[in-house]
T-cell receptor, first 117, second 113 residues
């Protein structure tokens, strides 16, 4: 199988603080990982594509200085929400694919629910 | 850009009823098409996929056929079970967006005993 683990699953923080979410591929190497934000009515919005050893590619409208993404190894990508505000409260989901073929499916982490007070 | 449109939910069915969840897409090139499912409290997982026109993906009694002429990938199951209650997402990859996966809004299914 292909397992992606995300941590923490839930986090509550105060406004103005920073929060880091980790995404690990446990049994395969993920050259590319993707970070999504899931809104209350279920849709997943792609935030950024994270490539090992290089800068992340952000989607239009996503603030790269607020959502810092680091992909330091083939099994770990992190998303740091900096100076969090209540509007950043959401469900963040990471995913990874094996290889480079666009026919391949994504493997998802369990998601992280962020609540900013 | 690429987009995926799927029917709004929630969809409520009785056990053993027939299920159809419509999905249409807009993309250039030859994208691969996917259905993902999110069970309560769990992460998304692949349900089935099709990588070229006229391919049929199937898994756990669910089926979907890649129809290029109608740009559709409708999900069907002949007899749903309570355990099928979940949110279903249609998605595409490999169109204009290349490596990215684009998701539909998701359709929540409730199956009553």
């Amino acid at each position: 199988g292909a397992v992606v683990s995300q941590h923490p699953s839930r986090v509550i923080c105060k406004s103005g603080t920073s929060v880091k979410i980790e995404c690990r591929s446990l049994d395969f190497q993920a050259t590319t990982m993707f970070w999504y934000r899931q809104f209350p009515k279920q849709s997943l919005m792609l935030m950024a594509t994270s490539n090992e050893g290089s800068k992340a590619t952000y989607e239009q409208g996503v603030e790269k200085d607020k959502f810092l993404i680091n992909h330091a190894s083939l099994t770990l990508s992190t998303l740091t929400v900096t100076s969090a505000h209540p509007e950043d409260s959401s469900f963040y989901i990471c995913s990874a694919s094996k290889g480079l073929a666009t026919t391949g499916e994504l493997f998802f982490g369990e998601g992280s629910r962020l609540t900013v007070l | 850009g690429d987009s995926v449109t799927q029917m709004e939910g929630p969809v409520t069915l009785s056990e053993e009823a027939f299920l159809t969840i419509n999905c249409t897409y807009t993309a250039t090139g030859y994208p691969s098409l996917f259905w993902y499912v999110q069970y309560p409290g769990e992460g998304l997982q692949l349900l089935l996929k099709a990588t070229k026109a006229d391919d049929k993906g199937s898994n756990k009694g669910f089926e979907a056929t890649y129809r290029k002429e109608t740009t559709s990938f409708h999900l069907e199951k002949g007899s749903v079970q309570v355990s099928d209650s979940a949110v279903y997402f249609c998605a595409l990859r490999g169109g204009t967006g290349g490596f990215k996966t684009i998701f539909g809004a998701g359709t929540r299914l409730f199956v009553k005993a």
